[in-house]
């Protein structure tokens, strides 16, 4: 059983970054795709990012250009680095995870969350 804790929210300014990191444990080295979502309050989950085996990627929209997506096997974590952040990014994100290459999901293992709040 995969098992995924994110860290790494916070408050930030707008303009500023932030690096969320979601460490792997159970099962890692079955693992193919991983994925990042996020819920703002009254909004439904959204994905912001996606990464499959083989370095494919996919992103949101709204974050293409600002958000980066990548994985580090050898450290059994996968990373979200958020550039130029808005206050529309504020909301939990959630990374997940899966043993099958779809890039985008469906994810069978989900973090709890980490809240990330961008002030002006």
């Known amino acids: 059983q995969v098992q995924l804790v994110e860290s790494g929210g916070g408050l930030v300014q707008a303009g500023g970054s932030l690096r969320l990191s979601c460490a792997a444990s159970?099962?890692?080295?079955?693992?193919?795709?991983m994925g990042w979502y996020r819920q703002a309050p009254g909004k439904q989950r959204e994905l912001v990012a996606a990464?499959?085996?083989?370095?494919?990627?996919h992103y949101a929209d709204s974050v293409k250009d600002r958000f980066t997506i990548s994985r580090d096997t050898a450290k059994n974590t996968g990373y979200l680095q958020m550039n130029s952040l808005k206050l529309e990014d504020t909301a939990v994100y959630y990374c997940?995870?899966?043993?099958?290459?779809?890039?985008?999901?469906?994810?069978?293992?989900w973090g709890p969350g980490t809240q990330v709040t961008v002030s002006s």
């Open positions: 997940a995870a899966d043993h099958r290459i779809r890039l985008g999901g469906p994810y069978n293992y």
């Open positions: 159970g099962g890692i080295f079955s693992i193919n795709a």
């Open positions: 990464i499959i085996r083989g370095g494919s990627t």
